[in-house]
């Protein structure tokens, strides 16, 4: 049985560090964000269905100032309306490119995965000749003893 590999790449170390070093400066042109802790997230989350909900509420308060309370920070509304607009192409952008590496990580790992097979059979074929082997193969075989142990 033949294998298709999925993927054949290499990332230089400089063209990875030059990645990280990029991703940093994406971090510093967007000192705002956070990172909530876990168990932490706001109740009142706006998901696509409020989009339209919160586009007119702000209307409502440049349609009608005077008809809000007192202590409303209308100005710091708009801020949180234009951010989420702001951000959300940064958004769309940045899950592509994870979705994009996610899938590269996918297809490198099943090439892996399949050679190691291949790998590991062929060893175990050599061993039958070559006892010095065994120790080796006795490591490589960890791996399918930790899997039935979860069976």
Known sequence: M?????ISAVLPEADKTATLALLEQVKTKLPFLISTPIGQAPKH???PSSVEYVGLCLEGVRTYPTKMRADFD???FERDVNLISQLWSVRIAVADLLARIDDTM????????????KVYDSLKGAAKEDGAINELLARIA??????????
């Open 142 to 151: 960890l791996r399918y003893k930790k899997k039935n142990k979860k069976d």
């Open 74 to 76: 209308a100005p710091e």
């Open 106 to 117: 996918d297809a490198a790992s099943a090439d892996a995965m399949v050679t190691s097979d």
């Open 45 to 47: 989350k706006m998901g």
């Open 2 to 6: 033949s294998n298709t590999n999925k």
